[in-house]
Every structure is written in C-alpha cells, then in structure tokens.
C-alpha cells in the first residue's frame, strides 16, 4: 500500500527553548515568559527565538506586575504609592482613622474635632454637685449642658460659684449677674421676674423642681475660667416645669476678680440636688 | 451631708468637713430668712395687684380699660 506522507498535523510543545535542539516547523517552545512556534528547521545552536526568520512570537507576556505581598507583610496593613513606588503603612497601635494630605502622604490620625467633651457624669442626694479639673489653658470657652436637674424640695433657688481650687467653691463677693425670666401657668396667666446679684458670694439664676420628672435645664457657656487676667464670665439659659407653670431664666454673670477657676459647683438653696445628665464640652483655641 | 465632685475619672462623693457642714447650715439659714422676705414681698405685690385693680374698677373703669393699662 502506498504511503502519503502529510507531514505534521498538529504543532508539537518542545518545552522551554533549549539552544542545544534541533527545531522543526511548528514546534512550539516558551522562552522569556512567552511562547514562540517555529517557522523554519534549524540545527541546535544555530537560531534564537529572537530571529524573525525560524521564530513567530505566539503570545507575548505583559508588563511585569509587582508582588505587593513582599511590601504588605501584615495584617492592617495599608499599601499606598510615594514618589518612587509602593509602600507599606502599618496598622496604627490604637485606634485611628486614616488622614492624607494634598502632598499624599497618608498618615494615622485620631479624629480631631474643635468641639471635646471633657467630661460627663451623674449625682445624686448632693449638697453640691461640682464639676473640677475640666477647665485647662486648652480652651478658654467652655460649653456645659445639666440635664434634669432637681432638688429634694421644690420652689429653691438654683445657685452656682466658681471653684478656687478642687471642689472648692469660692465664696469671694465678687459675683455680679443680671438674669430676667418668664413664666406660664395652666390659667395661662404668666409673670416675669428681673433680678441680679452684685457683689453676692454666689449666682442665682433659677428654681429647681422637686421631682424628677419635672425637667429643669440648664445649658452654660462659661468664659475663660482658666484665665488668671481675664474676668470669668457666663451666660446661662435654664428653665423647667414646676407643679402648675413651666418658667424659663437668662442669666449674665462675671466674677470680677482675675484668679483662674478650676470648675463650676452648682447647689440648692436648701436641700440636696440630683443631676441626672452633666455634660462638658470645651471648644479649641484658635 | 456630702458634695458630689465630677472629674475626668467619674463622679466621686466626698461627705462634708464639719467645716462645711457649719457654712452650709448658715447658708440655708439665710437662704430660707431670704426666700420667707421674698415670698412676702410677691404676696404683698399680688395683695396691691388686686387693690389697684379693685379701686380702678371702683373709679368706673371696665375690666378691659383696666387691662389695657395695666398689662
């Protein structure tokens, strides 16, 4: 029977090029991270997958890409690029939001705000309720916010002083204050009262109610206290309900003597008083 | 008696030196001799409210004429 001979059918993978082999049409051979068939026989060593003339490039390989796993070894890691290339930022050791800035340089940071609270708290069944240590040279306006404040018998007067040392009102006649208030009773009759203190040894600005539930709030913005040449000063708008009338206050006070203040301590005229909520915020110098 | 200190570690109760107790009891002695001459003077004031009120009325004055002077 007579034999046709068709020749190669199908291309034959040779494996990586070798220069040492001896190559046919439509072998196929890798080399450099690309693939290349032949296109004309050749003996070993003669004719590299470079020469146009044996060779056609089957699939060329793509940019070289970069392992990021030798930059990020670490969980938290945070890859970003700098001028040069990749780099590597470590997980912050507490908790810290990520900050960039318009150079790009990425950086952790804690979350800044010009608004801090410095402190918050509840009292009960207290001749005084004294809020100390709060006020620094960081800041020198200080917002203050008492919840619900009430007293153990109603209808006295709600006072305050600066405190002179830890827990320490000052007792000094040095306050001077003007507060004005408003009330509406369920007759809808109302009144309203002006009073003030000049040169007392405390401020009065309003009444606490004698149950919980009757809301009396008081909301400060207090002028540096911590200042030892500067007046402290305040002003204030409380109010509440009280048996048959709701009332509001507004209050306007200096201490008139340049000593620093280290807190607030807020009493009743008579009796203990209860603070449910007591929050301090301090708001950044410039 | 006792003071109730806020800090930035909580709130902490601290009872009073006898000290404070004495200054504290003087105060509220004040403070109630203070609110007794208050409540009167309200009293008295409501007292003259009403007088006034009457003897306007007295005078022939209506209740709205009144008001509208007097509020």
Request: aromatic share 10%; proline share 4%.
């Given at each position: 029977m007579a034999t046709l001979n068709l020749g190669r059918i199908k291309p034959v993978f040779k494996g990586a090029y070798s220069g040492s082999t001896a190559y046919v049409i439509d072998d196929i051979v890798t080399h450099g991270n690309e693939s290349f068939i032949c296109i004309q026989a050749h003996g070993a060593g003669t004719q590299a997958t470079s020469v146009a003339a044996y060779w056609t490039k089957l699939a060329a390989k793509g940019t070289d890409g970069t392992d990021v796993g030798t930059t990020i070894t670490t969980q938290g890691d945070v890859l970003y690029?700098?001028?040069?290339?990749?780099?590597?930022l470590a997980k912050p050791a507490s908790d810290m939001y990520l900050k960039n800035t318009?150079?790009?340089?990425?950086?952790?940071?804690?979350?800044?705000?010009?608004?801090?609270r410095l402190g918050s708290g509840t009292a009960s069944a207290a001749a005084i309720f004294s809020i100390d240590g709060l006020f620094t040279a960081d800041y020198d306006i200080y917002k203050i916010f008492v919840n619900g404040i009430y007293g153990s018998s109603g209808g006295q007067a709600l006072r305050y002083r600066y405190n002179s040392s830890a827990g320490t009102p000052q007792t000094g006649s040095n306050y001077k204050g003007v507060f004005d208030g408003s009330m509406w009773n369920s007759s809808s009759a109302s009144s309203q009262q002006l009073g003030g203190d000049w040169n007392?040894?405390?401020?009065?600005y309003?009444?606490?109610?004698?149950?919980?539930?009757?809301?009396?709030?008081?909301?400060?913005?207090?002028?540096?206290?911590?200042?030892?040449?500067?007046y402290t000063s305040s002003i204030v708008t409380g109010g509440g309900w009280e048996g048959n009338h709701i009332y509001t206050r507004h209050q306007r006070g200096s201490y008139n003597v340049t000593e620093a203040h280290t807190g607030i301590t807020w009493y009743a005229s008579s009796g203990n008083i209860y603070v449910p909520s007591c929050q301090v915020f301090g708001i950044k110098n410039s | 008696m006792r003071k109730a200190l806020m800090t930035q570690n909580g709130v902490e109760y601290v009872d009073?030196?006898?000290?404070?107790?004495?200054?504290?009891?003087?105060?509220?002695?004040?403070?109630?001799?203070e609110k007794t001459t208050e409540d009167a003077r309200v009293a008295q004031e409501a007292t003259d409210k009403t007088n006034g009120n009457q003897k306007l009325l007295d005078l022939g004055l209506?209740?709205?004429?009144?008001?509208?002077?007097t509020k």
């Open positions: 690029r700098d001028g040069s290339g990749l780099q590597r318009s150079a790009g340089t990425p950086s952790w940071s804690a979350l800044s705000s010009d608004w801090v007392r040894d405390y401020f009065g309003s009444n606490v109610s004698a149950t919980a539930d009757e809301f009396g709030d008081t909301e400060m913005t207090i002028f540096n206290p911590f200042s030892a040449s500067k | 009073f030196t006898p000290e404070e107790v004495t200054a504290r009891e003087a105060e509220e002695a004040t403070a109630e001799a209506s209740q709205a004429e009144v008001d509208a002077i």
